[in-house]
C-alpha cells in the first residue's frame, strides 16, 4: 500500500476511531475527552480531504482494491476507494460541515446526559457518510448506504424516553427500507447481468446493457436497473412519495438535523444517481422518470413550508424543495449542476439549521415561530448569518445559491425530454414559492413586534399537532430556566446570544455560503473539473448550450438582476414582509378565506394518513390474519393443541380395554378371535 493509499484509508478512520472512543470508553474519557477525540479525528479527515483535492487537482487519481473480501460465484466482494474530483468534492463537503457540527454541538448539547453518546453517533456517521462516497464498487456503496441509514436511525431517536421521538426514527426506517428494497434491486441485476459489481467494469458493459431485456417480461435492463437505483435515492434524498419521514426526523436534535439534511445522508442520493451517469443516459424513461419526481417534490414540499409554526420544520422542507431542484438536474443530464448545487446547499442549509438550534438556545427551547419577534437586537451573530443563509436558498444574485439553482432553471429550460415543460414550471414557481416560506421565517423571527414572554392562545393551546410534538425540552433535561411544563421565555426575559462554540461555526458556514458559489462555478460547471468522472450523452447538449452563453460568474449575476427568477424571488420577500410585519392581521384571514387549501396543506396532502390508512393499517391486518389463523387456528389449534388432543383422545380409547378385569381380557380375545376367522373365511 502506497502512502497516498494510507492518506485514504485514515479519512474514513480517523472518525471511526473518535466514534469507538467516545462510544464504548466515554464514562472513561468523560465529556472533554470524547468531544476532543471526536472533533480530532473528523479534523483529521478534513485536513486529509484538503490534501487529496489538491492531489487529485494535480492530476492524480485513484480506483483501485485496498481489500479482497471474498468470491461468490465469480462475484468479487472487496472494499476500494475511487478518488476522483466527484469523491474529493464530496469529502470536502462531508468533513467541514461536519467538523462544524461537530463543534457546534459542545454548546448545543452541553447538559444533555447522553453527551459522550451523541458525539460517538455523529462521528460514526461521518465514517459512514465517507465510505459512501469514495467506494469504488456496488457492495461497499451498499455497506455505506445502510450505515447511513442505521446511524441516522440512532440519532432521531436520540432521545429514546421520547414516544414522539421512537416514532419519527421507526418511520425514517421503515420509509428507507422501502427505497432500499428498489436500490438492491437494481444492484442485483447489475450483479446478474454484468457479472461484476465493480463501478469501472459495469460502466465498460453499459452499452452491451442497454441491448438486453429482462427475460420473461421483455422490460429494458438498462431501464429497471436506472429506476430501481433511482428508487433507492428516492428513500434516502426523501423524494415524493418517500419523503415522509424526513419532516418527523426534527425530533432529532439540531446538530443532527444540520448533518442529516444538509450536506449527508439525504444527498446520498444525488451522489448516487451523479456517479452512474453512465447508466442513466443510456435511459431516456429512467431521466423521464427522475425529471418528473424531482419537479413535484421541488414544488409541493416548497407549499408546505408556508404553513408550518416550528422553525426547524421550516427548514426542513425547504430541504425537501430543494433536493427536488438537484433530482430535476439530475433528470435533464445536468449532473454537474446538480452536484454543484449540493455543494453550495451543504453549507447554507447547515447554516440555517445551525442558525434554527442557535435561536432555539436563545429561546429557551421554544421553536414556535410566533413567540418570536424582533430578536436581531439581541442575537447579531445569528441574524446575520442566517440573513446570510436565507439569501443564498433563494437564489439571490452573488450568492451561492444563486449559480447553482439558476443553472439549473436554465438547464431544465433547454431540455427537450419528456416532462421537461412540467418540471420547468415547478422549478420556476418553486422560486417564489421558496423566497416566501424563507423570509416568512425570517420575518417572523428576527422582526416585527417581540412577541417572547407572552405567548399567544393559539401558539401556547391551540396550534397543530406538530407544535404539540415540540413541546419538550430540546435536551431532554431541566436547565435554570425551565421545568418541563415551561418552556419558552418567562415574561419579562429577554433572548441571548449563543456561546461562541454555537456561533463560531456558523460564520465559518456563512462565508462558503456566500462566497463559493462565484469562485468554483468556472471550474466546476463549464470546465473540466469533472471531465472523465460526470458522461452525457451527444443529444443531451443543455449543459453545453449553458456553457457557450457563460461569460463569467459576476456577468451571469448581473444578467440574473433581470431575470425571471429574480423578479419571482423578490415579489416572495416583498410579499413575506407585507403579510408579516406590515399587516399581520391579514395571514388568519387568507387562511380561513381559503381554509380547504390550508387545511390540505396543514396535513401535508394527507400522505401521512394515507400510509396510516392503506400500509400500516394493512400491515396490522395482515399481522392480525396471520396471529389469529397462522398462530392461534393452525399452529397452536391444530399443530400443537390438536395433537395433544389426538394422543389424549387416543388414549381414553386406550383406558376402556385396559380395566384389570381378566373376564373382559377374555371377552375381547374370544370377539377378536371370532373377527380374524372370519376375516379368512371371506378371503377364502
Same mark, same amino acid.
Given at each position: 500500500?502506497?502512502?497516498?493509499?494510507?492518506?485514504?484509508?485514515?479519512?474514513?478512520?480517523?472518525?471511526?476511531?473518535?466514534?469507538?472512543?467516545?462510544?464504548?470508553?466515554?464514562?472513561?474519557?468523560?465529556?472533554?475527552?470524547?468531544?476532543?477525540?471526536?472533533?480530532?479525528?473528523?479534523?483529521?479527515?478534513?485536513?486529509?480531504?484538503?490534501?487529496?483535492?489538491?492531489?487529485?487537482?494535480?492530476?492524480?487519481?485513484?480506483?483501485?482494491?485496498?481489500?479482497?473480501?471474498?468470491?461468490?460465484?465469480?462475484?468479487?466482494?472487496?472494499?476500494?476507494?475511487?478518488?476522483?474530483?466527484?469523491?474529493?468534492?464530496?469529502?470536502?463537503?462531508?468533513?467541514?460541515?461536519?467538523?462544524?457540527?461537530?463543534?457546534?454541538?459542545?454548546?448545543?448539547?452541553?447538559?444533555?446526559?447522553?453527551?459522550?453518546?451523541?458525539?460517538?453517533?455523529?462521528?460514526?456517521?461521518?465514517?459512514?457518510?465517507?465510505?459512501?462516497?469514495?467506494?469504488?464498487?456496488?457492495?461497499?456503496?451498499?455497506?455505506?448506504?445502510?450505515?447511513?441509514?442505521?446511524?441516522?436511525?440512532?440519532?432521531?431517536?436520540?432521545?429514546?424516553?421520547?414516544?414522539?421521538?421512537?416514532?419519527?426514527?421507526?418511520?425514517?426506517?421503515?420509509?428507507?427500507?422501502?427505497?432500499?428494497?428498489?436500490?438492491?434491486?437494481?444492484?442485483?441485476?447489475?450483479?446478474?447481468?454484468?457479472?461484476?459489481?465493480?463501478?469501472?467494469?459495469?460502466?465498460?458493459?453499459?452499452?452491451?446493457?442497454?441491448?438486453?431485456?429482462?427475460?420473461?417480461?421483455?422490460?429494458?435492463?438498462?431501464?429497471?436497473?436506472?429506476?430501481?437505483?433511482?428508487?433507492?435515492?428516492?428513500?434516502?434524498?426523501?423524494?415524493?412519495?418517500?419523503?415522509?419521514?424526513?419532516?418527523?426526523?426534527?425530533?432529532?436534535?439540531?446538530?443532527?438535523?444540520?448533518?442529516?439534511?444538509?450536506?449527508?445522508?439525504?444527498?446520498?442520493?444525488?451522489?448516487?444517481?451523479?456517479?452512474?451517469?453512465?447508466?442513466?443516459?443510456?435511459?431516456?424513461?429512467?431521466?423521464?422518470?427522475?425529471?418528473?419526481?424531482?419537479?413535484?417534490?421541488?414544488?409541493?414540499?416548497?407549499?408546505?413550508?408556508?404553513?408550518?409554526?416550528?422553525?426547524?420544520?421550516?427548514?426542513?422542507?425547504?430541504?425537501?424543495?430543494?433536493?427536488?431542484?438537484?433530482?430535476?438536474?439530475?433528470?435533464?443530464?445536468?449532473?454537474?449542476?446538480?452536484?454543484?448545487?449540493?455543494?453550495?446547499?451543504?453549507?447554507?442549509?447547515?447554516?440555517?439549521?445551525?442558525?434554527?438550534?442557535?435561536?432555539?438556545?436563545?429561546?429557551?427551547?421554544?421553536?414556535?415561530?410566533?413567540?418570536?419577534?424582533?430578536?436581531?437586537?439581541?442575537?447579531?451573530?445569528?441574524?446575520?448569518?442566517?440573513?446570510?443563509?436565507?439569501?443564498?436558498?433563494?437564489?439571490?444574485?452573488?450568492?451561492?445559491?444563486?449559480?447553482?439553482?439558476?443553472?439549473?432553471?436554465?438547464?431544465?429550460?433547454?431540455?427537450?425530454?419528456?416532462?421537461?415543460?412540467?418540471?420547468?414550471?415547478?422549478?420556476?414557481?418553486?422560486?417564489?414559492?421558496?423566497?416566501?416560506?424563507?423570509?416568512?421565517?425570517?420575518?417572523?423571527?428576527?422582526?416585527?413586534?417581540?412577541?417572547?414572554?407572552?405567548?399567544?392562545?393559539?401558539?401556547?393551546?391551540?396550534?397543530?399537532?406538530?407544535?404539540?410534538?415540540?413541546?419538550?425540552?430540546?435536551?431532554?433535561?431541566?436547565?435554570?430556566?425551565?421545568?418541563?411544563?415551561?418552556?419558552?421565555?418567562?415574561?419579562?426575559?429577554?433572548?441571548?446570544?449563543?456561546?461562541? !462554540? $454555537?456561533?463560531?461555526? +456558523?460564520?465559518? *458556514?456563512? &462565508? /462558503? %455560503? =456566500?462566497?463559493?458559489?462565484?469562485?468554483?462555478?468556472?471550474?466546476?460547471?463549464?470546465?473540466?473539473?469533472?471531465?472523465?468522472?460526470?458522461?452525457?450523452?451527444?443529444?443531451?447538449?443543455?449543459?453545453?448550450?449553458?456553457?457557450?452563453?457563460?461569460?463569467?460568474?459576476?456577468?451571469?449575476?448581473?444578467?440574473?438582476?433581470?431575470?425571471?427568477?429574480?423578479?419571482?424571488?423578490?415579489?416572495? !420577500? $416583498?410579499?413575506?414582509? +407585507?403579510?408579516? *410585519?406590515? &399587516? /399581520? %392581521? =391579514?395571514?388568519?384571514?387568507?387562511?380561513?378565506?381559503?381554509?380547504?387549501?390550508?387545511?390540505?396543506?396543514?396535513?401535508?396532502?394527507?400522505?401521512?394518513?394515507?400510509?396510516?390508512?392503506?400500509?400500516?393499517?394493512?400491515?396490522?391486518?395482515?399481522?392480525?390474519?396471520?396471529?389469529?389463523?397462522?398462530?392461534?387456528?393452525?399452529?397452536?389449534?391444530?399443530?400443537?393443541?390438536?395433537?395433544?388432543?389426538?394422543?389424549?383422545?387416543?388414549?381414553? *380409547?386406550?383406558?376402556?380395554?385396559?380395566?384389570?378385569?381378566?373376564?373382559?381380557?377374555?371377552?375381547?380375545?374370544?370377539?377378536?378371535?371370532?373377527?380374524?376367522?372370519?376375516?379368512?373365511?371371506?378371503?377364502?
Amino acid at each position: 500500500m502506497t502512502g497516498m493509499q494510507k492518506l485514504y484509508l485514515l479519512v474514513p478512520l480517523a472518525p471511526l476511531f473518535g466514534a469507538i472512543m467516545a462510544g464504548l470508553f466515554g464514562k472513561i474519557i468523560g465529556r472533554r475527552g470524547a468531544h476532543t477525540v471526536t472533533i480530532a479525528g473528523v479534523a483529521t479527515a478534513f485536513v486529509l480531504s484538503v490534501l487529496i483535492f489538491q492531489d487529485v487537482q494535480a492530476g492524480n487519481t485513484f480506483n483501485g482494491t485496498l481489500y479482497h473480501w471474498a468470491s461468490s460465484g465469480g462475484l468479487d466482494l472487496e472494499v476500494g476507494f475511487m478518488i476522483d474530483s466527484l469523491t474529493v468534492m464530496m469529502m470536502l463537503v462531508v468533513t467541514f460541515v461536519s467538523l462544524m457540527v461537530h463543534i457546534y454541538t459542545i454548546g448545543y448539547m452541553a447538559e444533555d446526559p447522553g453527551y459522550q453518546r451523541f458525539f460517538s453517533y455523529i462521528s460514526l456517521f461521518t465514517f459512514s457518510m465517507l465510505m459512501l462516497v469514495m467506494s469504488n464498487n456496488f457492495l461497499q456503496l451498499f455497506f455505506g448506504w445502510e450505515a447511513v441509514g442505521l446511524v441516522s436511525y440512532l440519532l432521531i431517536g436520540f432521545w429514546y424516553t421520547r414516544p414522539t421521538a421512537i416514532f419519527a426514527n421507526l418511520k425514517a426506517f421503515l420509509v428507507n427500507r422501502v427505497g432500499d428494497f428498489g436500490f438492491l434491486l437494481g444492484i442485483g441485476l447489475i450483479a446478474a447481468f454484468a457479472g461484476t459489481l465493480n463501478y469501472t467494469e459495469v460502466f465498460a458493459k453499459a452499452g452491451e446493457l442497454a441491448g438486453m431485456t429482462i427475460p420473461e417480461t421483455g422490460w429494458p435492463l438498462i431501464t429497471a436497473i436506472c429506476i430501481g437505483l433511482f428508487i433507492g435515492a428516492m428513500g434516502k434524498s426523501a423524494q415524493v412519495p418517500l419523503h415522509v419521514w424526513l419532516p418527523d426526523s426534527m425530533e432529532g436534535p439540531t446538530p443532527i438535523s444540520a448533518l442529516i439534511h444538509a450536506a449527508t445522508m439525504v444527498t446520498a442520493g444525488i451522489f448516487m444517481v451523479a456517479r452512474m451517469s453512465p447508466l442513466f443516459e443510456l435511459s431516456e424513461t429512467a431521466l423521464s422518470f427522475v425529471l418528473i419526481i424531482g419537479a413535484t417534490t421541488a414544488l409541493f414540499m416548497g407549499f408546505l413550508g408556508i404553513v408550518q409554526h416550528d422553525i426547524k420544520r421550516v427548514v426542513a422542507y425547504s430541504t425537501l424543495s430543494q433536493l427536488g431542484y438537484m433530482t430535476v438536474a439530475l433528470g435533464v443530464s445536468a449532473y454537474s449542476a446538480a452536484v454543484f448545487h449540493l455543494m453550495t446547499h451543504a453549507f447554507f442549509k447547515a447554516l440555517l439549521f445551525l442558525g434554527a438550534g442557535s435561536v432555539i438556545i436563545g429561546m429557551h427551547h421554544d421553536q414556535d415561530m410566533r413567540n418570536m419577534g424582533g430578536l436581531w437586537k439581541y442575537m447579531p451573530v445569528t441574524w446575520i448569518t442566517s440573513l446570510l443563509g436565507s439569501l443564498a436558498l433563494i437564489g439571490f444574485p452573488f450568492f451561492s445559491g444563486f449559480y447553482s439553482k439558476d443553472t439549473i432553471i436554465e438547464a431544465v429550460q433547454l431540455s427537450e425530454l419528456y416532462g421537461s415543460g412540467y418540471a420547468y414550471f415547478c422549478v420556476i414557481a418553486g422560486v417564489f414559492v421558496t423566497a416566501f416560506y424563507s423570509f416568512r421565517m425570517y420575518f417572523l423571527v428576527f422582526h416585527g413586534e417581540e412577541r417572547f414572554g407572552k405567548a399567544h392562545e393559539e401558539a401556547v393551546h391551540g396550534h397543530d399537532a406538530h407544535a404539540d410534538e415540540h413541546a419538550h425540552d430540546e435536551h431532554g433535561h431541566d436547565d435554570e430556566h425551565h421545568d418541563e411544563h415551561h418552556h419558552g421565555l418567562a415574561p419579562g426575559q429577554k433572548p441571548h446570544e449563543s456561546p461562541w !462554540v $454555537v456561533t463560531v461555526p +456558523l460564520v465559518l *458556514l456563512a &462565508v /462558503p %455560503s =456566500v462566497l463559493i458559489g462565484y469562485f468554483s462555478i468556472d471550474k466546476m460547471l463549464f470546465g473540466d473539473f469533472f471531465k472523465g468522472v460526470i458522461h452525457f450523452a451527444e443529444h443531451h447538449h443543455a449543459m453545453a448550450e449553458l456553457g457557450e452563453e457563460f461569460h463569467g460568474p459576476a456577468a451571469m449575476a448581473l444578467h440574473g438582476l433581470t431575470s425571471l427568477p429574480f423578479i419571482l424571488a423578490t415579489s416572495g !420577500v $416583498v410579499l413575506a414582509g +407585507l403579510l408579516y *410585519l406590515v &399587516v /399581520p %392581521s =391579514v395571514p388568519p384571514v387568507i387562511a380561513r378565506v381559503f381554509s380547504p387549501i390550508h387545511r390540505l396543506l396543514e396535513n401535508k396532502y394527507y400522505f401521512d394518513k394515507i400510509n396510516e390508512a392503506v400500509f400500516a393499517a394493512g400491515a396490522r391486518l395482515v399481522g392480525r390474519l396471520l396471529w389469529k389463523v397462522g398462530d392461534q387456528t393452525i399452529i397452536d389449534g391444530i399443530a400443537v393443541n390438536g395433537s395433544a388432543k389426538a394422543v389424549g383422545l387416543i388414549a381414553q *380409547l386406550s383406558r376402556l380395554f385396559q380395566s384389570g378385569h381378566i373376564y373382559q381380557y377374555a371377552f375381547s380375545m374370544i370377539i377378536g378371535v371370532f373377527l380374524l376367522l372370519a376375516f379368512w373365511v371371506n378371503r377364502g
